[in-house]
């Protein structure tokens, strides 16, 4: 189950960060995600990423929705403080606790179908308001959970574990970022540990919202009509004494290559998709450009990855809504109570 932890027996010659802990110290539950899920991948990346940062893990809020994806919190940062809400409104969530307590780091995590489906509207707002926050969407084109229907970022063609087509043209979270007025857009692979982790670390410095999209594969529903192992022709030829199902263990897909170049990575299912990993020469300031190229490449089947647009000239949440420089959580009652003359005359405004 996802809250066994980790046994706590280390090496006592593990390397320690500026404030002397671990990586171990950074770790959370055990995961209950298939072997092999690009989620886990992704777990590692940030338990590197907040390591080398050197930060505490009470400095932390990590918090999710409803998904696979956001099963990914349990995982790391054990001592952070965490709220997993309900389908699609993590981005709320986020930006009330934000709104409290400006002092701390806020991790989002959320996947294909959480943020751009039932929680779009959310994940817009969020981005509207630039709220100071690491958001990180696992996508995998599917619904993990409810066994494999495509997700609204499924591409053109693809097919489902039933081998239906898609023919709905995909949602690209990072298209839809940019046009949204996004002031940190990037996207990554889970197998790309090199290119992921200092992606996460800018994310989280940065000050403003700051999405990360993740292309993690699912290797669960690369089963297929026809084959013999396959769980469909399992269930109709044998005779359930006991409802039991059994995922079988995939080897993690990782990824290496260059700045400017393309990619071909062969998934679980024998399909492939091509990741570009963005050329040292590429502006990311300029948001026309950076939308222009996102979409081209998508057009020419190719899924572009690296810090693909920043900037800090936009004002953040608190910027915006003139909040005081003490966390409202730290404002002492007496200025939070306007008392019974202040009470009157702000009902009047009302009357």
């Known amino acids: 189950m996802s ?57 932390l809020v990590k918090l999710s929705g409803i998904g696979c994806s956001s099963k990914t919190t349990a995982y790391f940062a054990s001592g952070a403080h965490g709220f997993n ?59 993990g959970l409810t066994k494999g229907q495509f997700s609204a970022s499924a591409d053109i063609g693809t097919k489902s574990k039933k081998g239906e087509e898609n023919l709905q043209a995909p949602v690209d979270p990072c298209l839809a970022a940019l046009s949204l007025g996004g002031t940190f857009i990037a996207r990554s692979f889970s197998g790309d540990k090199e290119q992921l982790v200092p992606l996460i670390q800018a994310g989280l410095m940065h000050k403003g919202f700051a999405m990360i999209d993740i292309i993690s594969p699912c290797v669960t529903f690369n089963d297929h009509v026809g084959s013999t192992k396959s769980y469909t022709f399992t ?63 998508l057009r020419q089947g190719e899924h572009v990855t690296g810090l693909i647009f920043v900037s800090s000239s936009g004002p953040d949440m608190h910027a915006m809504s003139g909040t005081t420089d003490v966390p409202l959580n730290q404002v002492p009652y007496g200025k939070l109570h306007p008392g019974s003359e202040g009470l009157a005359k702000i009902l009047k405004r009302y009357a």
């Not at 046994?7 to 209950?32: C, F, Q, W």
């Not at 590197?48 to 893990?57: D, T, V």
Request: include cysteine; charge should be neutral; aromatic fraction near 8%.
């Open 3 to 59: 809250f066994i932890n980790k046994p706590k027996v280390r090496h006592p010659d593990l390397p320690t960060n500026t404030i002397g802990l671990t990586r171990r110290d950074y770790e959370g539950a055990m995961s209950t995600l298939c072997a092999g899920c690009g989620h886990d991948s992704v777990t590692a990346a940030i338990i590197e990423a907040i390591w080398g940062l050197g930060m505490r893990p009470e400095q």
């Open 85 to 143: 809400g309900v389908h699609g409104r993590m981005p709320s969530v986020a930006t009330g606790a934000n709104a409290a307590n400006k002092d701390l780091y806020y991790i989002g995590v959320s996947g294909d179908g959480d943020s751009l489906s039932i929680g779009f509207g959310q994940f817009a707002h969020a981005i509207r308001r630039n709220v100071n926050m690491l958001y990180l969407c696992e996508n995998n084109g599917v619904y």
């Open 235 to 297: 269930r109709e030829h044998y005779h359930e004494a006991v409802h039991a199902d059994y995922i079988p263990p995939r080897q993690e897909i990782k990824a290496s290559y260059g700045e400017g170049e393309a990619l071909p990575v062969q998934m679980h299912d024998g399909s492939q998709i091509v990741l570009r990993k963005l050329d040292r020469d590429y502006d990311p300031t300029h948001r026309g450009k950076a939308f222009e190229y996102l979409r081209t490449k």
